[in-house]
């Protein structure tokens, strides 16, 4: 399923909606990576890497977010609700696909 949604996305969805997803995606494994940094009995280089993650990508998402606020404030009702709905089904994939027990228990988070 997760390969016939990410295909279908890249080959109908106009270019708008591919950022908002991409975006979207970035943010919520940030998240993911801040809880996962500030858990107390994850490995140490884990928190060390996500550490430098974040700070190398602060720079970065200064562009996307003003681009993200750009995108929505000039989309109509029907546009918002439609990037919306990108937004969601993108964050379902990253819970579905990559937040899996089997995962965060091997990196020593009990508790996800």
Same mark, same amino acid.
Do not use: Q, W
């Given at each position: 399923?997760?390969?016939?949604?990410?295909?279908?996305?890249?080959?109908?969805?106009?270019?708008?909606?591919?950022?908002?997803?991409?975006?979207?995606?970035?943010?919520?494994?940030?998240?993911?990576?801040?809880? %996962?940094?500030? %858990?107390?009995?994850?490995?140490?280089?884990?928190?060390?890497?996500?550490?430098?993650?974040?700070?190398?990508?602060?720079g970065?998402?200064?562009?996307?977010?003003?681009?993200?606020?750009?995108y929505?404030a000039? %989309?109509?009702?029907?546009?918002?609700?439609?990037?919306?709905?990108?937004i969601?089904?993108?964050?379902?994939?990253?819970?579905?696909?990559?937040?899996?027990?089997?995962?965060?228990?091997?990196?020593?988070?009990e508790?996800?």
């Open positions: 399923m997760h390969k016939f949604f990410g295909e279908f996305s890249n080959k109908y969805l106009p270019a708008d909606y591919l950022f908002m997803g991409s975006i979207s995606v970035e943010l919520v494994t940030d998240v993911y990576g801040n809880y %996962a940094r500030r %858990a107390p009995n994850i490995y140490l280089s884990l928190k060390k890497c996500s550490t430098c993650i974040i700070l190398k990508k602060a970065i998402y200064y562009l996307p977010k003003s681009l993200l606020k750009t929505s000039r %989309a109509g009702y029907i546009k918002r609700t439609l990037y919306s709905y990108v969601l089904f993108n964050i379902l994939f990253v819970r579905t696909m990559y937040v899996k027990k089997k995962y965060t228990s091997r990196i020593g988070l508790k996800p």
